[in-house]
């Protein structure tokens, strides 16, 4: 395979059987969730596994899929956790003002004033709304920026950086 692990996309993760014939508990980080199957065949994130895969059905909190290979309830649980990867070649181009979130990690935040207010560690979003999860220099401890035009009215891919107008007290010590 000649794809690198910079040039995969993380599209979703398995978290584990669903039912005793090998289904799996799947995760979409798709913007439409079905439209994961699209962008078969799925990797592991190092390449050592394809798979193939066909949703069953729409499950709580996710999809029932099953994936080439895959037969067994243990076999099924072995990959829990899993996270699933595509090349990004295979990804559609994105709008003005949207972001694959991998596009996001790495990037230097600064506030409108210039100063550095830390790098993206992480993008997280637990239903209500995107959020950054800044490192600030010299420190272990990250700060949550939330992802919006307010917070956010800047992203410079080809630069390298963000430029940020936080709201009140989050970037304060």
Not at 33 to 60: H, M, S, V
Not at 97 to 116: A, K, P
């Amino acid at each position: 395979m000649s794809d690198t692990t910079s040039e995969l996309v993380c599209v979703g993760a398995i978290g584990g059987a669903y039912g005793v014939h090998g289904d799996v508990r799947l995760k979409s980080f798709t913007a439409e969730t079905f439209a994961i199957q699209d962008y078969a065949p799925l990797l592991t994130e190092d390449g050592a596994f394809e798979f193939d895969i066909d949703i069953t059905r729409a499950i709580k909190n996710g999809l029932a899929a099953r994936l080439s290979g895959i037969v067994t309830k243990e076999q099924a649980d072995a990959l829990k956790g899993v996270k699933l990867f595509v090349p990004r070649s295979r990804l559609p181009e994105t709008d003005e003002d949207e972001y694959y979130y991998t596009d996001l990690v790495g990037l230097e935040v600064r506030d409108t004033g210039g100063t550095v207010l830390g790098t993206v560690k992480n993008v997280l979003n637990h239903g209500a709304a995107d959020l950054l999860e800044v490192l600030p220099p010299n420190t272990s401890e990250t700060v949550f920026l939330p992802f919006t035009m307010a917070a956010v009215p800047t992203v410079d891919i080809a630069a390298g950086r963000i430029i940020a107008d936080p709201p009140e007290g989050v970037f304060d010590a």
